[in-house]
């Protein structure tokens, strides 16, 4: 069962209502980022499903995480193993010297990006920077060892997944090496 989510058209709560009536075993939350993200969390919570929810980054981003409180607690999401604390990180060192704060996923890849696409800047047509990139192997990236796959027209980034804690009423994130 899918149901695309259109915060002006359904409320969080009907359309958790509508979803419950599957007997989901898992739920699957995706680019449900900010408020609606927020709402469904806790829609879910009230409505009693206790069973697996799943999302992308998007769900734990500070803000979801605020809002959803205690609704969040188990949320399992997936996001770049990117760490923006780690001061051992170079690109991490030199972010925090510049602007004074801890970088996000987001900055390490266009960072990544912009870096690679200049190791490409003599090539002068779309297709062969299209060629290059394809050809990407084991790239040390910010984020870790990165590989084109050509077939996608994707570079593969590391991934980690992980569950939302609640530590003393704050979120953390736990990593977890395969879903319950």
Known sequence: YSELYDAKKLSARDLVTKTKQTKPDLVVLLGSGGRAASNLLVSLREQ????????????????????????????????????????????VKAYREKFGKDPSDISAFAYDMVKLLARYSRLTSGREIAQAIASVRDYPSVLGSVTAVAEQKDISVPLKTRRVVLASGEPKFEEIARLP
């Open 48 to 91: 009693g499903y206790r069973g697996l929810i799943l999302s992308d980054d998007s769900a734990s981003f500070p803000e979801v995480l605020t809002a959803a409180g205690a609704a969040a607690k188990d949320l399992i999401f997936v996001a770049s193993g990117f760490d923006g604390k780690d001061a051992t990180n170079p690109f």
